[in-house]
């Protein structure tokens, strides 16, 4: 009988658990990104910006959105750090790809990282947001000026889920958008990449 009802208590209370790649360049601001998500979902105050160093490795950040439990992973984003990406990318159920929009010198290096990681097998069906992030700075590019750069490759996309959405990870502006999009994604994307339940 104990069995039976700690079986029903678990079966109430689990969670499904998904996965989520934060990437991009290095300097996008990934780590301000998930400091911001931990603040907002989970009431704690992040990092003190001047704190922030450059990921070396991995991040991790569990956060409990409505009934779903989300575990962002942000990983490096230096050139010899990329290579690391793909090793997670079987096991995720959506990326996060951050775009600094006030460097418009490295958008073709930003294209091209994501190109390459939008053409890895492994992520194929996977949804993907890109945040153009730094929008609080007034010479950032708008999403339109970025999404021009990224038409190019825009095809390679296939048929995933996929949206581009203006942010400040400092300020915090677009972020609760960006994460309802990406829940909703990650929900309808079930049938191919199920959640864990814990
Ligand atoms: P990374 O993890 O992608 O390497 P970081 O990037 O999160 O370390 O951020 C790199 C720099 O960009 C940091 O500034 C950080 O404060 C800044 N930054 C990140 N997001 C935003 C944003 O939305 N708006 C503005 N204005 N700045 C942002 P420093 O000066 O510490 O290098």
Same mark, same amino acid.
């Given at each position: 009988?104990?069995?039976?009802?700690?079986?029903?208590?678990?079966?109430?209370?689990?969670?499904?658990?998904?996965?989520?790649?934060?990437?991009?360049?290095?300097?996008?601001?990934?780590?301000?990104?998930?400091?911001?998500?931990?603040?907002?979902?989970?009431?704690?105050?992040?990092?003190?910006?001047?704190?922030?160093?450059?990921?070396?490795?991995?991040?991790?950040?569990?956060?409990?959105?409505?009934?779903?439990?989300?575990?962002?992973?942000?990983?490096?984003?230096?050139?010899?750090?990329?290579?690391?990406?793909?090793?997670?990318?079987?096991?995720?159920? =959506?990326?996060?790809?951050?775009?600094?929009?006030?460097?418009?010198?490295?958008?073709?290096?930003?294209?091209?990282?994501?190109?390459?990681?939008?053409?890895?097998?492994?992520?194929?069906?996977?949804?993907?947001?890109?945040?153009?992030?730094?929008?609080?700075?007034?010479? =950032?590019?708008?999403?339109?000026?970025?999404?021009?750069?990224?038409?190019?490759?825009?095809?390679?996309?296939? =048929?995933?889920?996929?949206?581009?959405?203006?942010?400040?990870?400092?300020?915090?502006?677009?972020?609760?958008?960006?994460?309802?999009?990406?829940?909703?994604?990650?929900?309808?994307?079930?049938?191919?990449?199920?959640?864990?339940?814990?």
């Amino acid at each position: 009988m104990y069995n039976l009802l700690s079986g029903f208590y678990q079966h109430l209370t689990r969670k499904e658990e998904y996965y989520v790649l934060i990437i991009g360049l290095d300097n996008a601001g990934k780590t301000t990104l998930l400091e911001r998500i931990k603040s907002i979902y989970m009431g704690i105050t992040g990092l003190d910006p001047d704190k922030i160093a450059p990921t070396v490795g991995l991040n991790i950040g569990r956060v409990n959105i409505k009934s779903t439990r989300i575990n962002f992973w942000d990983l490096g984003g230096q050139k010899d750090l990329q290579s690391i990406w793909e090793r997670y990318y079987s096991e995720c159920h =959506a990326i996060v790809f951050v775009v600094d929009s006030t460097d418009p010198v490295r958008l073709d290096e930003c294209r091209d990282t994501f190109e390459k990681m939008i053409t890895n097998d492994a992520v194929e069906g996977v949804p993907i947001l890109m945040l153009a992030n730094k929008q609080d700075i007034p010479r =950032a590019l708008k999403v339109e000026e970025i999404k021009e750069v990224f038409n190019k490759i825009a095809i390679k996309l296939g =048929a995933r889920d996929s949206r581009v959405l203006p942010v400040s990870a400092l300020e915090g502006n677009g972020v609760e958008d960006a994460i309802d999009w990406l829940v909703l994604r990650l929900q309808r994307n079930k049938i191919n990449r199920p959640p864990v339940f814990r």
